[in-house]
């Protein structure tokens, strides 16, 4: 169960940093450096900005209190103290700062701007409140769809001799 909530909390970070693919999927368009260091600032700055309209930071921050609380109840045994000096130690904007480089090596700045744009319309606002709900139950569905192929496959190696029946 400790391993299946922290690999949960993994894939719900990455998507959580990530999400704006759902909405504007695509390859990677910006392999060459900005020409000025300003550019590139102006780039940064605008990554910060669609973090901030897309509550990057909060979510991020969210799971990572509800990683630790999973942790306390996995743990009881653990003092207080020691959580709260961990706690001290994870820092949502350590993840907002890493995650920068990887939106400036998938999207120019333009694209950013139109990611803002996006983001601060109606439809974009509605995609960042049901966005979290729609990737956690496709991870149901993927998890469900993954235990029940995994058990269709015993089955069949069982049924073709190559492992033994599970007792």
Not at 69 to 74: A, G, P, T, V
Request: proline letters at 5%; a positive charge.
């Amino acid at each position: 169960m400790k391993i299946n909530f922290l690999f949960l909390a993994a894939v719900v970070l990455s998507l959580v940093t990530t999400f704006n693919r759902a909405a504007f999927a695509q390859s990677p368009t910006n392999t060459i450096a900005p020409s000025s260091n300003a550019q590139e600032i102006e780039k940064n700055n605008n990554i910060k900005k669609l973090f901030e309209i897309t509550g990057v930071k909060n979510i991020s921050q969210q799971i990572i209190t509800q990683l630790l609380n999973n942790l306390k109840s996995d743990f009881p045994q653990v003092p207080q103290k020691f959580w709260d000096n961990f706690a001290a130690e994870i820092r949502p904007d350590d993840i907002v700062n890493e995650t920068i480089p990887i939106y400036n090596k998938y999207f120019t700045n333009e694209e950013v701007k139109q990611l803002i744009t996006f983001y601060q319309t109606p439809l974009g606002q509605k995609t960042i409140t049901v966005l979290p709900q729609l990737s956690q139950e496709s991870y149901d569905v993927g998890r469900r769809y993954g235990r029940a192929a995994a058990q269709r496959a015993l089955k069949k190696l069982e049924a073709e001799g190559y492992i033994r029946p599970s007792k």
